[in-house]
């Protein structure tokens, strides 16, 4: 069969050369190479849609099932009897409840972070002067962190605050007082050298304390920041920020961090409400 055809084709194509000029026979062979590339494109656009089509149909079989699934279990309720039309109230009345309570806990937070956003760029602002290897100020989990370098701070392996730095600490407690519904976690910091000397401080766990207080009692005594607010602690070595296996990492490792951050108070009172009571009061800063 297809020899006939292609015999066909042949004195279809002998014929014409004879009837028309060699330009028309070229043109129409051109025209007829596009009509069969042409249908061989439509064939394999036809063979996409009939594998999109066949894709829709799994689709629509899964839905179908998830629909009857769906039914079924509605048919099992409307089929108990009125105690359990009241559960089902219930149990909406407990969704509405507990979806008011999730848009109090989001809105609480948006308000939290537009808060440490303006706190943040106040610091900033604040410290524009400084050396950013020194002072770093970033918002991270909720909180605004301070992140203050050991060498504007203190001696090699010493506590003691330089008076270089009270320049520094002075912009930061301005900022802490004037966001006083805030609290305050102060973090030492060390790399992970053990101290030479066996007196006071004994380890990097004594040193990373006695500087955090340090700067406590800095805030506490220099710049009138409340101490109810402050809390100070030492993480020794096991906090770091980078590798300690060069000089510029075990730098960046010997920090100490001034954390501002909510109440924790005023969040365990949103956390604490049960859904569908009214929203507790939650301080706010007019800052």
Avoid: H
């Avoid at 062979?29 to 009939?50: F, G, M, P, S, V």
């Avoid at 099932?65 to 105690?83: P, V, Y």
């Avoid at 805030?219 to 402050?230: A, C, E, H, Y």
């Amino acid at each position: 069969m297809k020899l006939i055809k292609i015999f066909a084709i042949s004195a279809m194509a002998v014929s014409l050369t004879s009837c028309v000029s060699k330009k028309q026979y070229d043109a129409l062979n051109l025209n007829y190479k596009t009509c069969l590339d042409n249908a061989a494109e439509n064939q394999r656009q036809i063979q996409d849609l009939k594998a999109q089509n066949a894709g829709l149909d799994s689709q629509n079989k899964l839905l179908n099932s998830q629909n009857e699934a769906l039914k079924s279990s509605l048919d099992a309720c409307l089929a108990n009897n009125g105690r359990s039309s009241t559960n089902i109230d219930k149990l909406v009345g407990e969704i509405n409840a507990s979806n008011k309570y999730i848009k109090q806990l989001i809105s609480a937070n948006s308000r939290n972070d537009s808060l440490n956003l303006a706190l943040s760029n106040k610091l900033k602002r604040s410290l524009d002067n400084i050396d950013d290897s020194d002072v770093q100020v970033k918002v991270l989990k909720g909180v605004v962190m301070i992140s203050l370098s050991d060498k504007m701070l203190y001696k090699t392996g010493d506590w003691n605050i330089q008076p270089s730095a009270m320049e520094v600490l002075g912009k930061v407690a301005k900022v802490i007082n004037d966001y006083d519904k805030y609290s305050v976690l102060i973090e030492g910091n060390t790399d992970n050298v053990p101290l030479k000397s066996s007196a006071t401080p004994t380890d990097n766990w004594d040193l990373s304390a006695l500087r955090a207080t340090s700067v406590a009692r800095i805030l506490q005594n220099q710049f009138g920041v409340d101490p109810s607010r402050i809390t100070a602690g030492g993480r020794s070595e096991y906090n770091p920020k980078t590798t300690n296996m060069s000089i510029s990492g075990r730098a960046e490792n010997r920090r100490t961090e001034i954390i501002i951050m909510p109440k924790l108070d005023e969040f365990m009172k949103l956390m604490n409400i049960a859904p569908g009571q009214n929203k507790p009061a939650v301080s706010s800063n007019n800052n």
